[in-house]
């Protein structure tokens, strides 16, 4: 762990809002630019991620619990496959989002953004779920390890 | 009328529904209205195919080809009937054999796998989309690697990881190919592409496409000398996914050789322009003899199956290389067949499992009096699969013979005949040790598995015997 | 020369894909094959992505400034590709880890040696 070295600490904590800003630019401007759920869901990762690398993969744990990341990743899915079973119901094909508007290109505008979301909760909660069950092994298999002493 | 994306999407919705709850015996109760929901709809789907033809579905409401587009004739509404069903029977013998090999914590986990291994191939059969196809592939794949590492031993893991790299490597040979299709063409509808590529076919992007996916889609479907990541990955995976990869995996990976074959490049004509069918001729045939020959050595009895799976697909390739009608319907009948057969094999095994705790052959003396039912299913789908007249497996052999005597091979049908000699010798090692042995001490107490578990299983054995005497769906 | 350079990026993606499988093939530790595995799977992101770029072409998002756009559809594609390598690799490391706490290694023969037994 790098705990001690103060340098990090102070330009990991500057750095942390800047990337969640980052993350969610490019996940709203991704209707009209390069960007998009899954670019945005890393970069918003990333950032918890190297909170945990430098502050330990406990300290992360307590920001974004294991269990909610658990729960997440299924919502995610629901969210998506959700928008789907709607526009059914709306009486449009499947994920055809132009009847979820007052007028059609209302309609996709919202219907991708929802869908977006979706990809964005599911892929920064996948992204952060691989790195606490490689990172925080030894962390867990440290703690075991004292608990049997 | 949008029973085409539902198809993918229920399976695809319960597996994420599992995930979320993470409780044992409501993600078991998911997944078993899932499944069978499933089902319904493939019978539906088939009917409407049978009455009003070729169904197309566009997703998203964009039109094909620039959207992806579903789309459904008579072959992949038989191949989504064959996955489904072979999904949706096993679920229920599940509860039981899954509660006793996986940690209660766990199986919720291992339901949401075995949804989304069936998304998978019911993704890859129903789509009309060339990517849509690896996506779809890979999804299932990656599912069934995590099913197969939740086996009851560490041999599991290392099951799971070859066939992870082999697994990858065959999907990747298979983006390759269509990547290749795509620069030429333009588009990656697989209809569109029936159309274009007439026109250059044969520029060598086109071929070099053609060869990656044969070999992509062969390692997929465990061809002969790509067979390796098979019997591990059939043997050390808890049994009711043995089962359900068995039964469906292999069989999807055929429906797309078919589809690439038949539709995307072609027809029959340009296939038999090239040396495919006498390569997938004789690799057929080294697959029927050298995979029986070693399954007769074997002395797990998973393992067995699982190189007389490979055996049995060589006898499915060996329909498609001669390509005419009656050998295409004799490869596509014992798909459906071999379907049924290994599903319903690996199931009675598994209950074997369930009582005995071991899979070897020599454990096994005298269980024949002990689990009768059991065995009794076994014996009588072991009859099919060696081709014994009145079972399933005799009608789709007898049309391969017929392929082959329309080609007026006679030596072909000695050798079909002879493989199935050999498939007699391994399936009458293990009636032998269980019929005519007496009774080990642990045999002796074993009781037959609870009807949960025996009923699926006969059900696969009674569609074995009744699609061996009403032949009107298989063939 | 020139015939080469023309083409280098189809000659940069067979270099790729070639060394990659030969990772996969010959090398006996299972991280270093999953980094094969890995090198492969990226040759055909270069695949698809390199005849998709148009030399001075933007995103495709229709504006009045522009006339030349990128095809947008091998970005899509491979970003479906990207992920699928990502679960992969992620699953393959996994699996790994689980392989070293049960068998105590990762040499694919001193593994396969310990099956044996």
């Given at each position: 762990?790098?705990?001690?070295?103060?340098?990090?600490?102070?330009?990991?904590?500057?750095?942390?809002?800047?990337?969640?800003?980052?993350?969610?630019?490019?996940?709203?401007?991704?209707?009209?630019?390069?960007?998009?759920?899954?670019?945005?869901?890393?970069?918003?990762?990333?950032?918890?991620?190297?909170?945990?690398?430098?502050?330990?993969?406990?300290?992360?744990?307590?920001?974004?619990?294991?269990?909610?990341?658990?729960?997440?990743?299924?919502?995610?899915?629901?969210?998506?496959?959700?928008?789907?079973?709607?526009?059914?119901?709306?009486?449009?094909?499947?994920?055809?989002?132009?009847?979820?508007?007052?007028?059609?290109?209302?309609?996709?505008?919202?219907?991708?953004?929802?869908?977006?979301?979706?990809?964005?909760?599911?892929?920064?909660?996948?992204?952060?779920?691989?790195?606490?069950?490689?990172?925080?092994?030894a962390e867990d298999a440290l703690v075991s390890e004292e608990e049997n002493e | 009328m949008h029973l085409p994306a539902l198809q993918v999407v229920i399976p695809l919705i319960a597996a994420a529904l599992?995930?979320?709850?993470?409780?044992?015996?409501?993600?078991?109760?998911?997944?078993?209205?899932?499944?069978?929901?499933?089902?319904?709809?493939?019978?539906?789907?088939?009917?409407?195919?049978?009455?009003?033809?070729?169904?197309?579905?566009?997703?998203?409401?964009?039109?094909?080809?620039?959207?992806?587009?579903?789309?459904?004739?008579?072959?992949?509404?038989?191949?989504?009937?064959?996955?489904?069903?072979?999904?949706?029977?096993?679920?229920?013998?599940?509860?039981?054999?899954?509660?006793?090999?996986?940690?209660?914590?766990?199986?919720?986990?291992?339901?949401?796998?075995?949804?989304?291994?069936?998304?998978?191939?019911?993704?890859?059969?129903?789509?009309?989309?060339?990517?849509?196809?690896?996506?779809?592939?890979?999804?299932?794949?990656?599912?069934?690697?995590?099913?197969?590492?939740?086996?009851?031993?560490?041999?599991?893991?290392?099951?799971?990881?070859?066939?992870?790299?082999?697994?990858?490597?065959?999907?990747?040979?298979?983006?390759?190919?269509?990547?290749?299709?795509?620069?030429?063409?333009?588009?990656?509808?697989?209809?569109?592409?029936?159309?274009?590529?007439?026109?250059?076919?044969?520029?060598?992007?086109?071929?070099?496409?053609?060869?990656?996916?044969?070999?992509?889609?062969?390692?997929?479907?465990?061809?002969?000398?790509?067979?390796?990541?098979?019997?591990?990955?059939?043997?050390?995976?808890?049994?009711?996914?043995?089962?359900?990869?068995?039964?469906?995996?292999?069989?999807?990976?055929?429906?797309?050789?078919?589809?690439?074959?038949?539709?995307?490049?072609?027809g029959v004509e340009f296939f038999q322009s090239t040396p495919l069918p006498e390569i997938l001729f004789v690799l057929s045939l080294l697959a029927m003899f050298a995979a029986s020959i070693v399954a007769?050595?074997?002395?797990?009895?998973?393992?067995?199956?699982?190189?007389?799976?490979?055996?049995?697909?060589?006898?499915?390739?060996?329909?498609?290389?001669?390509?005419?009608?009656?050998?295409?319907?004799?490869?596509?009948?014992?798909?459906?067949?071999?379907?049924?057969?290994?599903?319903?094999?690996?199931?009675?095994?598994?209950?074997?499992?369930?009582?005995?705790?071991?899979?070897?052959?020599?454990?096994?003396?005298?269980?024949?009096?002990?689990?009768?039912?059991?065995?009794?299913?076994?014996?009588?789908?072991?009859?099919?699969?060696?081709?014994?007249?009145?079972?399933?497996?005799f009608i789709s052999k007898w049309y391969l013979a017929l392929a082959a005597l329309q080609e007026g091979q006679w030596w072909a049908v000695a050798l079909i005949v002879a493989a199935s000699l050999v498939?007699?010798?391994?399936?009458?090692?293990?009636?032998?040790?269980?019929?005519?042995?007496?009774?080990?001490?642990?045999?002796?107490?074993?009781?037959?598995?609870?009807?949960?578990?025996?009923?699926?299983?006969?059900?696969?054995?009674?569609?074995?015997?009744?699609?061996?005497?009403?032949?009107?769906?298989?063939? | 020369?020139?015939?080469?350079?023309?083409?280098?990026?189809?000659?940069?993606?067979?270099?790729?894909?070639?060394?990659?499988?030969?990772?996969?093939?010959?090398?006996?530790?299972?991280?270093?094959?999953?980094?094969?595995?890995?090198?492969?799977?990226?040759?055909?992101?270069?695949?698809?992505?390199?005849?998709?770029?148009?030399?001075?072409?933007?995103?495709?998002?229709?504006?009045?400034?522009?006339?030349?756009?990128?095809?947008?559809?091998?970005?899509?594609?491979?970003?479906?590709?990207?992920?699928?390598?990502?679960?992969?690799?992620?699953?393959?490391?996994?699996?790994?880890?689980?392989?070293?706490?049960?068998?105590?290694?990762?040499?694919?023969?001193?593994?396969?040696?310990?099956?044996?037994?």
């Amino acid at each position: 762990m790098m705990r001690d070295t103060i340098i990090l600490r102070v330009v990991v904590k500057l750095l942390l809002p800047v990337i969640l800003i980052f993350a969610l630019y490019v996940q709203f401007h991704g209707d009209y630019g390069p960007g998009g759920g899954f670019q945005a869901g890393v970069a918003a990762a990333a950032a918890v991620i190297l909170y945990g690398l430098v502050f330990g993969v406990s300290a992360a744990r307590k920001v974004v619990p294991q269990g909610i990341l658990l729960a997440l990743i299924p919502l995610g899915v629901l969210i998506f496959a959700g928008t789907g079973i709607l526009s059914l119901l709306l009486g449009a094909n499947y994920l055809d989002y132009s009847p979820l508007g007052s007028y059609p290109k209302a309609g996709q505008h919202l219907g991708i953004l929802i869908v977006e979301v979706g990809v964005f909760v599911t892929v920064s909660s996948t992204m952060l779920a691989i790195f606490y069950a490689f990172g925080g092994r030894a962390e867990d298999a440290l703690v075991s390890e004292e608990e049997n002493e | 009328m949008h029973l085409p994306a539902l198809q993918v999407v229920i399976p695809l919705i319960a597996a994420a529904l599992c995930a979320l709850f993470r409780h044992y015996f409501l993600a078991w109760f998911i997944t078993i209205l899932a499944s069978w929901l499933s089902f319904a709809i493939a019978i539906l789907l088939l009917l409407q195919v049978m009455s009003r033809g070729v169904i197309s579905y566009e997703l998203g409401g964009w039109v094909a080809p620039i959207g992806i587009e579903y789309r459904i004739d008579l072959l992949n509404a038989f191949v989504l009937l064959i996955v489904s069903g072979v999904g949706a029977v096993i679920v229920p013998y599940a509860q039981k054999s899954i509660s006793q090999s996986i940690e209660k914590s766990q199986q919720s986990w291992f339901y949401s796998m075995y949804l989304m291994a069936l998304t998978g191939l019911l993704g890859v059969s129903i789509t009309g989309d060339a990517f849509n196809i690896f996506v779809f592939l890979e999804i299932s794949s990656l599912a069934s690697y995590v099913m197969i590492a939740m086996g009851p031993d560490r041999r599991g893991l290392t099951a799971a990881y070859q066939y992870l790299i082999m697994g990858t490597v065959g999907a990747t040979f298979i983006v390759i190919g269509i990547g290749l299709l795509w620069a030429m063409t333009g588009t990656l509808n697989l209809y569109d592409l029936a159309q274009k590529i007439p026109l250059i076919e044969n520029s060598r992007p086109v071929l070099a496409a053609l060869a990656f996916l044969t070999v992509g889609i062969s390692l997929k479907l465990a061809l002969f000398p790509l067979h390796l990541w098979l019997p591990n990955a059939y043997a050390y995976s808890p049994g009711v996914a043995s089962a359900f990869l068995a039964g469906t995996a292999t069989k999807v990976a055929i429906y797309l050789l078919l589809r690439f074959f038949f539709t995307v490049f072609g027809g029959v004509e340009f296939f038999q322009s090239t040396p495919l069918p006498e390569i997938l001729f004789v690799l057929s045939l080294l697959a029927m003899f050298a995979a029986s020959i070693v399954a007769v050595f074997q002395s797990n009895i998973k393992r067995m199956l699982a190189y007389s799976s490979v055996a049995q697909i060589g006898f499915i390739t060996l329909g498609i290389s001669y390509a005419t009608e009656i050998g295409l319907t004799g490869a596509i009948a014992h798909m459906f067949n071999h379907a049924i057969m290994k599903a319903g094999l690996f199931l009675l095994i598994g209950a074997v499992m369930f009582r005995l705790g071991s899979v070897k052959i020599e454990d096994m003396a005298g269980i024949g009096r002990k689990m009768p039912f059991t065995m009794a299913g076994f014996v009588i789908l072991g009859l099919s699969l060696l081709g014994a007249p009145g079972t399933v497996g005799f009608i789709s052999k007898w049309y391969l013979a017929l392929a082959a005597l329309q080609e007026g091979q006679w030596w072909a049908v000695a050798l079909i005949v002879a493989a199935s000699l050999v498939t007699m010798l391994y399936i009458g090692r293990v009636v032998e040790v269980a019929y005519f042995r007496e009774p080990t001490v642990k045999v002796d107490q074993l009781r037959e598995v609870p009807s949960s578990m025996l009923l699926p299983s006969f059900l696969l054995v009674g569609a074995a015997v009744y699609f061996g005497l009403d032949t009107s769906l298989s063939v | 020369m020139t015939e080469i350079l023309a083409n280098l990026n189809y000659w940069v993606t067979i270099v790729l894909m070639i060394s990659g499988l030969y990772i996969v093939a010959a090398h006996g530790n299972m991280i270093k094959k999953l980094v094969g595995l890995s090198i492969f799977q990226t040759s055909v992101y270069l695949l698809f992505l390199s005849p998709g770029k148009i030399l001075g072409g933007t995103a495709p998002i229709i504006s009045k400034d522009f006339d030349l756009y990128s095809n947008p559809l091998p970005h899509v594609l491979i970003l479906t590709a990207i992920v699928v390598g990502v679960a992969t690799i992620a699953l393959g490391m996994a699996l790994v880890v689980r392989i070293h706490e049960a068998y105590g290694t990762i040499e694919d023969d001193e593994v396969h040696d310990m099956e044996r037994e």
